[in-house]
């Protein structure tokens, strides 16, 4: 569990032991950047946590690396805010249910599924996914959105977080894919985000470059 020399190899326990930890520091100062490389030398905090957090699960790539760390969530009595959009299913929820404490959690199933990947597709439901984080945000009174990867949908919801004044968590910033638009999203997600959660080394050093500073 301490090999990061892959993308996203990281152990996700160990991604859950960074939020843990970095969830105070953002919950605590909405000016304030803080930075988590997830590597041998990232140390398990024993701080209270953000009593509250929205996760948002874009698909079943999505739940697979996100299921551990809203189970360690729930456990440690964190209420847990989890929207399922974009393709993710009702065996998702389900599966997501089985696992975690369900007195902490709550799960919003609701997909958002566009009929091609034409831009004129996808465009009116960026505002259809906003609209759901915003309620979500609002109704669960979370004090973060966990977000991973860089899929166009974390767009309008990492919008409607910061237009609420709700810090962002994201996992895997920094990696590299040329020549294509995740790579933009991804970055651009960086710079949108209060908490970096990264896999490598590498990745780290690209997030500063785009100028977030280490806490």
Not at 70 to 99: F, M, N, P, W, Y
Not at 145 to 157: S, T, V
Not at 179 to 208: F, N, W
Request: hydrophobic share 40%; net charge neutral; with cysteine.
């Amino acid at each position: 569990d301490r090999d990061v020399t892959g993308v996203q190899t990281c152990a996700l326990p160990i991604c859950c032991r960074g939020l843990l930890t970095a969830s105070l520091r953002a919950s605590r100062s909405l000016g304030g950047d803080s930075f988590v490389t997830l590597a041998p030398a990232t140390r398990f905090g024993t701080t209270t946590l953000a009593d509250r957090i929205t996760v948002f699960c874009n698909s079943r790539a999505d739940c697979t690396p996100l299921l551990p760390v809203v189970v360690e969530l729930t456990r440690r009595k964190v209420h847990v805010e989890l929207i399922l959009s974009g393709t993710t299913s009702s065996a998702d929820a389900d599966r997501v249910r089985g696992a975690a404490n369900d007195d902490y959690l709550r799960v919003r199933h609701e997909p958002v599924v566009a009929t091609s990947s034409d831009a004129t597709a996808l465009l009116p439901l960026t505002g259809d996914i906003s609209r759901s984080v915003a309620r979500a945000l609002q109704e669960s009174d979370s004090r973060l959105l966990l977000m991973l990867g860089d899929r166009w949908e974390l767009l309008p919801a990492a919008t409607a977080a910061v237009l609420l004044g709700v810090p962002i968590a994201h996992l895997h910033g920094g990696v590299i894919t040329e020549g294509a638009i995740d790579e933009r999203i991804r970055h651009a997600i960086t710079k949108l985000a209060d908490v970096h959660l990264c896999s490598t080394d590498d990745a780290a050093a690209r997030i500063r470059q785009l100028g977030e500073n280490p806490a």
